[in-house]
């Protein structure tokens, strides 16, 4: 098997008085995570209205792109949206907490597995998967959750506060390994030799190795190729994820759905629509639950103007 990302390790600098505050707030995320859970979801919701009560410019960008996705929501149906998503948000910061100090028994406790006992059959033939994950709000517990059950690669991109990107890792790769979002070659590798990887196809990550494909209402919708490139370079099957937190607030539903059976591996373009459907269906799961304050849009065909003027 290829070798992971190379880890972080703790040194002595780590102590410098500059890094205080983030040791600080690393030790309250700790404390937080011995709180019983119907606690963590009642404070992680008032605490998301709260901070996005403050944080306008991104509340403007999570209504703008409802508008563009559903153009058909009144101005009702936008305003309970944005509020139950203001609640999700502040659940995200509280669901890290769980992520990177919660015990394999306690994540196992509140999550249901749907749809994994299609991994054995994979594995048997000894076939990679690429696995199609969103930016859901609690993508960081989804990824944990997903390794207690079994383990892959997730795309790693390392944070520039050295002591929290320590920390970061050993959260992220208790159960899982990670590989630096730039070596492709690993990427692929992995998925050859009958690895499982995780990847998150949904952001706009800018004109590069990209696609105009519809998402949603939106026609032209920056979209990565890479999904194309990792499945058909690593000859892997493509499978979507998702996790949803129930709404009567007793835990967490994963959901592995089939492997795409109609993915066209030769059209990278085509590959970039087709996955897009997928996503839509992984985001009308729980579109509460979905990260909208993303700018989504904000790559543009040439001459045309951004969607957020």
């Known amino acids: 098997m290829s070798q992971i990302l190379e880890a972080p390790t703790f040194k002595w600098s780590f102590l410098h008085p500059k890094y205080f505050h983030t040791w ?3 030790s309250l995320m700790f404390l937080i995570s011995w709180l019983p859970y119907r606690v963590l979801r009642l404070l992680g919701q008032k605490f998301g209205l709260l ?11 999570a209504e703008r792109n409802l508008q563009l996705c559903f153009p058909e929501m009144t101005v009702g149906e936008r305003k309970v949206m944005l509020k139950e998503n203001s609640k999700h948000i502040g659940l995200a910061l509280f669901e890290t907490c769980m992520a990177w100090f919660w015990p394999d028994w306690r994540i196992k406790k509140h999550v249901k597995y749907i749809g994994f006992e299609q991994l054995d059959a994979i594995k048997a033939k000894k076939k990679g998967v690429l696995i199609i994950a969103v930016h859901s709000l609690n993508l960081e517990l989804g990824a944990r959750a997903f ?10 991109r390392a944070n520039s506060n050295p ?5 970061q890792y ?3 790769t208790q159960d899982n390994g990670a590989i630096d979002r730039f070596d492709v070659k690993r990427m692929v590798k992995i998925l050859r030799e009958g690895g499982l990887l995780w990847y998150a196809p949904d952001h706009d ?5 990209y696609a105009w494909a519809p998402l949603f209402a939106v026609e032209k919708a920056c979209t990565t190729t890479g999904t194309h490139l990792l499945a058909s370079a690593g000859k892997a099957d493509v499978m979507t994820f998702t996790i949803t937190r129930d709404r009567k ?3 967490y539903t994963l959901t592995l759905d089939p492997p795409m059976a109609a993915f066209p591996y030769n059209d990278e373009a085509a590959a970039a629509t087709y996955t897009n ?3 839509e269906r992984s985001i009308l799961r729980a579109p509460e639950q979905y990260m909208w304050l993303h700018r989504r849009f904000k790559s543009r065909p040439e001459g045309e103007r951004s969607l957020y003027e």
């Open 24 to 26: 600080i707030g690393v």
């Open 51 to 61: 901070i996005m009560h403050f944080l306008k410019n991104r509340r403007n960008i």
């Open 147 to 156: 390794g207690t059950h079994t383990s892959g690669f997730g795309v790693y």
């Open 163 to 167: 002591v929290y990107d320590w920390i």
């Open 170 to 172: 050993r959260g992220r």
């Open 205 to 209: 990550y800018g004109c590069h190795r």
């Open 249 to 251: 607030g007793t835990g």
């Open 277 to 279: 459907k997928f996503i």
